[in-house]
């Protein structure tokens, strides 16, 4: 059974969750274990919940067959890309990301085939209309940034994390870690100014 | 550095900018409202580096709650099926051995045999009414698996061999269509009997950097009985 993100258990920094059970657990379904498997199909429950969620989020622009299409897409990609799940966040938050990456794939391609859209979900910017807003420019620039600037970037913004915490996480000093996030920040926003965060050509998944 | 050209009352943006990025300085500190009166530029540069941490902010508060309304969902949940056959098969089609190895050796009588009634039933559907021809490129329905593992997918380093996977029940030959970002056809479509399908050079010149491929599964009868599709982009 999933123990609930909120009462995992923390380590002696207080905040810092180790994720280790969900490196071991990745391993484990690589190894097949059946038990680790059972477990990982139990916690891909999470897969079309996301995407429903972030659909719903979007205003709905794939309808429930595209979502139902769309699982199976992110589980394949999932399932190819658990050799790279390191550990660095919850399984779930590794998914969430991909989920939310394959789902902007997954509006952009429909929106460039209007063939598969019904009429009531055509509108008359829907031939060049890209799904793409600040949220998702950035998060594409983040993938394109890498380690270790994303990865700070990431800690700091989206698991909250102090650069102290940081810094202990990477073994570097926290003056360190600030440069790296500054410049980091300083990158993100030229590429976002330059456009070229509506690019498609983020890594899949990457973000660990 | 990165925000331009800094005038001669500071040496750089930077060292006004990133103590307030990093936090060492409040936005609202007296120092930094009279550096923000006193340089446009600075002023600028930091409230487009806000926002843009605004935004971050925004994305991770959000994910974070929609990662633990999920899991607390998926905690209580019974496993979901579909995404249990979608795993298993993942995992059998990884552990399944290579389709050439331990295969049996087929007596010479049987191939005979089979070349017969493969003629047999050419002639016959050469005699026959003709099947209305369907559209390869509308689907209409899927009776068989669409296309899995189909590579290349995402950014790659480069394009050489398109391959993918699907029921082989059924499944007599396969359309392969190129479509550059405006859904516009690159080349014409290609009709192949098995994967991988590999394009010649000049052929792959043709491809923009970034495009969609996709496969279609045709049944004996001419029907697209399923279709996959791919996002690509090859990295410069």
Request: hydrophobic share 40%; with cysteine.
């Amino acid at each position: 059974m999933l123990r609930k993100l909120h009462d995992r258990p923390a380590t002696p920094t207080g905040r810092i969750p180790s994720h280790e059970d969900d490196l071991a657990l990745a391993r484990a379904v690589r190894a097949r274990e059946p038990a680790a498997l059972e477990r990982f199909v139990r916690r891909m429950g999470c897969v079309p919940r996301m995407l429903r969620r972030q659909n719903g989020r979007l205003g709905g622009p794939l309808d429930g067959d595209d979502v139902d299409d769309l699982t199976q897409d992110v589980l394949v990609v999932i399932w190819r890309k658990l050799d790279l799940f390191e550990g660095r966040s919850t399984l779930e938050t590794w998914v969430y990301r991909i989920c939310r990456l394959e789902l902007m794939n997954g509006i952009r391609r429909k929106r460039r085939r209007p063939d598969l859209m019904d009429d009531a979900e055509r509108t008359p910017d829907d031939a060049t209309a890209e799904p793409e807003d600040d949220a998702e420019a950035a998060l594409r620039g983040l993938e394109r940034l890498g380690p270790p600037a994303s990865d700070v970037i990431r800690w700091k913004h989206f698991e909250a994390l102090t650069f102290d915490e940081i810094a202990h996480r990477l073994g570097v000093s926290s003056n360190t870690v600030k440069t790296w996030y500054y410049r980091g920040i300083c990158r993100l926003r030229d590429q976002l100014e330059r456009g070229a965060g509506s690019d498609a050509d983020a890594v899949e998944g990457g973000a660990t | 550095m990165n925000a331009g050209a800094p005038s001669s009352r500071h040496r750089s943006h930077e060292e006004r900018l990133a103590p307030v990025l990093v936090g060492d300085l409040s936005a609202d500190a007296p120092e930094v409202r009279e550096w923000r009166a006193d340089c446009a530029e600075c002023a600028a540069a930091l409230d487009r580096l806000l926002r843009l941490t605004a935004t971050l902010d925004r994305i991770g508060e959000q994910e974070r709650r929609d990662v633990v309304a999920v899991a607390d969902e998926v905690s209580d949940a019974p496993a979901d099926d579909r995404v249990r056959a979608v795993v298993e098969r993942l995992a059998d089609a990884e552990d399944a051995p290579p389709a050439a190895a331990g295969r049996p050796t087929i007596p010479p009588w049987l191939v005979l045999v089979a070349a017969a009634l493969a003629v047999f039933l050419v002639a016959r559907f050469l005699r026959s009414p003709a099947v209305p021809p369907t559209d390869p490129g509308r689907p209409s329905g899927v009776t068989l698996g669409a296309p899995l593992a189909m590579e290349p997918s995402g950014t790659v380093a480069a394009v050489r061999a398109f391959t993918w996977e699907a029921d082989a029940d059924g499944a007599d030959r396969f359309v392969v269509r190129v479509l550059d970002p405006r859904g516009r056809p690159v080349i014409d479509p290609v009709e192949i009997g098995a994967p991988p399908w590999t394009p010649d050079d000049a052929l792959l010149r043709r491809f923009p950097a970034e495009f969609t491929w996709e496969v279609s599964v045709v049944s004996v009868t001419g029907e697209v009985v399923a279709t996959g599709r791919r996002d690509v982009t090859v990295r410069p």
